[in-house]
C-alpha cells in the first residue's frame, strides 16, 4: 500500500510539472525517477530512461522552459533541492485587474489596508506602520485568492503564492528550510505574499495526530510573521480557523471574514460573468439570483460559463438551459426554499405557473397561495 501510495504521488508530481509546462522540470524529475525505480522496477526505469534520452532539447519545446537558476543569483526563484519544483508561484497582474465581488463591509476593510500602504509616509510621520500582515477566513470560493491578486495589482507589486506541493518535501527537515528559503525570497523586495490554506502547515502544535515536522514548519512561520518587513504585505487564507496554532493566529494584524455572497453580490456576479450574453438572458436575472442563493461565486461563475457555451454551440436554447438548471437546483432545496423559487419564477413572468410547478415540484394550488400572500405584503409595503 505504501509502495501504492508514493506511486500515485510520484504521478501527481509529474502531471502538475507537465500542465504548468516546466519541461526542464519535467526531465529533472523523470532523471529522479529513473534512479528511484532502478532497483525496485527495472523494466520501468529503463524505459523511463530511455524516453528521456530519445528526447533531444528543442529551443522552441512547446512547454515553457524553466531553467535551474544558479545557487548564487541573488534573486533566483527558490527551488525544492529534490524535485526542482519552484517554491512560490508569481503574478504580476496590471493595475486594471478586475476588482472581486465583495459587501460593502469587506470592501471598507480592504481599501483601509490599501490606503494604509499608499500612505505609508503619514503614518510614519505619526509614530505608526501600515499592517504588515492579514488573515482571510472564509469557506472556498467566496474570493480569498482573487482578492490577494487584486491587492497586489492595486499596490502594483507582484503577488508569490506560496506552493505548498512543492514546500513539503518528502525529506527529513527539508520541509522547513523550504519554507523559510521561500519567506526569506519574498521579503527581498516589496510583494504581496499569499499563504493559502495555511492551515496545513500551521495545525496548533497541540495537535498529536500530526508530525514533528509540521509543528516546525508553525515555529517557522511564527519568526517569519514577527519579522516580515512593513516594506511587503503578508496574506494568508483559511477554510478552516480553528486548525490554525492560536500563537500564529495572535499574530496577524488584520483578520477579514468573507461571507457566502448575499443577493446583491449574487445579481452582480451574475451581470458581470454573463458579459456579452447578458441582454440575451437579462430577463432570469432575477430567478438566477434566487437559484444560485447558497453558492460561492466560483460557483455561480462555472455555471454561468457552462451557460455561455452552451449557447455559443446552439445546443439548446436560453429557456431549456433555464429550466434545466432550475429543475437541479430545485431538487437540492428543502421544501420552503422551493416554494419561494416556484413564487419567484411565476412572479418573474419568465415561465408559467404550469412550468413553475412542474420543475420545482411544487403545486400549483401552493404557489397560487402563496404568490397572493407575496403580492399582499407588497401592497402593504407601497401604502405604507
Given at each position: 500500500?505504501?509502495?501504492?501510495?508514493?506511486?500515485k504521488?510520484?504521478?501527481?508530481?509529474?502531471?502538475?510539472?507537465?500542465?504548468?509546462?516546466?519541461?526542464?522540470?519535467v526531465?529533472?524529475?523523470?532523471?529522479?525517477?529513473v534512479?528511484?525505480?532502478?532497483?525496485?522496477?527495472?523494466?520501468?526505469?529503463e524505459?523511463?530512461?530511455?524516453?528521456?534520452?530519445?528526447?533531444?532539447?528543442?529551443?522552441?519545446?512547446?512547454?515553457?522552459?524553466?531553467?535551474?537558476?544558479?545557487r548564487?543569483?541573488e534573486?533566483?526563484?527558490?527551488?525544492?533541492?529534490?524535485?526542482r519544483?519552484?517554491?512560490?508561484r508569481?503574478?504580476?497582474?496590471?493595475r486594471?485587474?478586475?476588482?472581486?465581488?465583495?459587501?460593502?463591509?469587506?470592501?471598507?476593510?480592504?481599501?483601509?489596508l490599501?490606503?494604509e500602504?499608499?500612505q505609508?509616509?503619514?503614518?510614519?510621520?505619526?509614530?505608526?506602520?501600515?499592517?504588515?500582515?492579514?488573515?482571510?477566513?472564509?469557506?472556498?470560493g467566496?474570493?480569498?485568492?482573487?482578492?490577494?491578486?487584486?491587492?497586489?495589482?492595486?499596490?502594483?507589486?507582484?503577488?508569490?503564492?506560496l506552493?505548498?506541493?512543492?514546500?513539503?518535501?518528502?525529506?527529513?527537515?527539508?520541509?522547513?528550510?523550504?519554507?523559510?528559503?521561500?519567506l526569506?525570497?519574498?521579503k527581498r523586495?516589496?510583494?504581496?505574499?499569499?499563504?493559502?490554506?495555511?492551515?496545513?502547515?500551521?495545525?496548533r502544535?497541540?495537535?498529536e495526530?500530526?508530525?514533528?515536522?509540521?509543528?516546525r514548519?508553525?515555529?517557522?512561520?511564527?519568526?517569519?510573521?514577527?519579522?516580515?518587513?512593513?516594506t511587503?504585505l503578508?496574506?494568508?487564507?483559511?477554510?478552516?480557523p480553528?486548525?490554525?496554532?492560536?500563537?500564529?493566529?495572535?499574530?496577524?494584524?488584520?483578520e477579514?471574514?468573507?461571507?457566502?455572497?448575499?443577493?446583491?453580490?449574487?445579481k452582480?456576479?451574475v451581470?458581470?460573468?454573463?458579459g456579452?450574453?447578458?441582454?440575451?438572458?437579462?430577463?432570469?436575472?432575477d430567478?438566477?439570483?434566487y437559484?444560485?442563493?447558497?453558492?460561492?461565486?466560483?460557483?455561480i461563475?462555472?455555471?454561468?460559463?457552462?451557460?455561455?457555451?452552451?449557447?455559443v454551440?446552439?445546443?439548446?436554447?436560453?429557456?431549456?438551459l433555464?429550466?434545466?438548471f432550475?429543475?437541479?437546483?430545485a431538487?437540492?432545496?428543502?421544501?420552503?426554499?422551493?416554494?419561494?423559487?416556484?413564487?419567484t419564477?411565476t412572479?418573474?413572468?419568465t415561465?408559467?405557473?404550469?412550468?413553475?410547478?412542474d420543475?420545482?415540484?411544487?403545486?400549483?394550488?401552493?404557489?397560487?397561495k402563496?404568490?397572493?400572500?407575496?403580492?399582499?405584503?407588497?401592497?402593504?409595503?407601497?401604502k405604507?
Amino acid at each position: 500500500m505504501d509502495e501504492q501510495n508514493a506511486v500515485k504521488k510520484d504521478l501527481v508530481q509529474l502531471v502538475r510539472l507537465s500542465l504548468l509546462e516546466q519541461a526542464d522540470d519535467v526531465r529533472l524529475y523523470v532523471a529522479r525517477l529513473v534512479r528511484k525505480y532502478r532497483t525496485t522496477e527495472p523494466q520501468l526505469a529503463e524505459q523511463l530512461d530511455l524516453f528521456l534520452k530519445n528526447r533531444a532539447t528543442r529551443t522552441n519545446t512547446p512547454l515553457r522552459r524553466a531553467a535551474v537558476p544558479p545557487r548564487n543569483a541573488e534573486h533566483a526563484m527558490p527551488v525544492d533541492d529534490e524535485s526542482r519544483l519552484t517554491l512560490l508561484r508569481t503574478f504580476n497582474d496590471p493595475r486594471d485587474f478586475p476588482e472581486p465581488l465583495l459587501s460593502e463591509d469587506l470592501g471598507a476593510s480592504l481599501s483601509q489596508l490599501l490606503e494604509e500602504r499608499r500612505q505609508a509616509d503619514r503614518l510614519k510621520a505619526a509614530g505608526l506602520e501600515p499592517s504588515r500582515s492579514a488573515i482571510f477566513v472564509g469557506p472556498p470560493g467566496v474570493g480569498k485568492s482573487l482578492t490577494a491578486r487584486w491587492i497586489a495589482a492595486q499596490l502594483g507589486v507582484p503577488l508569490y503564492v506560496l506552493d505548498l506541493t512543492a514546500v513539503m518535501s518528502s525529506l527529513l527537515g527539508k520541509s522547513g528550510s523550504n519554507l523559510r528559503a521561500a519567506l526569506d525570497f519574498a521579503k527581498r523586495v516589496p510583494c504581496v505574499l499569499f499563504l493559502d490554506e495555511i492551515d496545513a502547515i500551521a495545525k496548533r502544535r497541540s495537535d498529536e495526530a500530526d508530525i514533528g515536522e509540521l509543528k516546525r514548519l508553525v515555529n517557522v512561520i511564527l519568526q517569519e510573521v514577527d519579522n516580515w518587513p512593513v516594506t511587503s504585505l503578508l496574506i494568508a487564507a483559511t477554510n478552516h480557523p480553528e486548525l490554525i496554532d492560536p500563537a500564529l493566529w495572535r499574530r496577524f494584524d488584520l483578520e477579514i471574514k468573507f461571507e457566502m455572497p448575499d443577493e446583491t453580490a449574487i445579481k452582480d456576479s451574475v451581470r458581470r460573468f454573463l458579459g456579452n450574453d447578458y441582454p440575451l438572458l437579462a430577463k432570469w436575472i432575477d430567478v438566477l439570483t434566487y437559484a444560485f442563493k447558497g453558492l460561492s461565486i466560483s460557483d455561480i461563475e462555472r455555471s454561468i460559463q457552462k451557460f455561455r457555451r452552451t449557447l455559443v454551440l446552439g445546443i439548446a436554447s436560453d429557456t431549456d438551459l433555464i429550466e434545466e438548471f432550475i429543475r437541479g437546483r430545485a431538487q437540492m432545496l428543502e421544501h420552503t426554499a422551493r416554494i419561494e423559487l416556484a413564487v419567484t419564477l411565476t412572479n418573474s413572468k419568465t415561465l408559467s405557473q404550469h412550468t413553475a410547478s412542474d420543475l420545482t415540484g411544487v403545486s400549483r394550488d401552493t404557489i397560487r397561495k402563496h404568490g397572493n400572500k407575496s403580492n399582499q405584503t407588497k401592497e402593504r409595503y407601497k401604502k405604507a
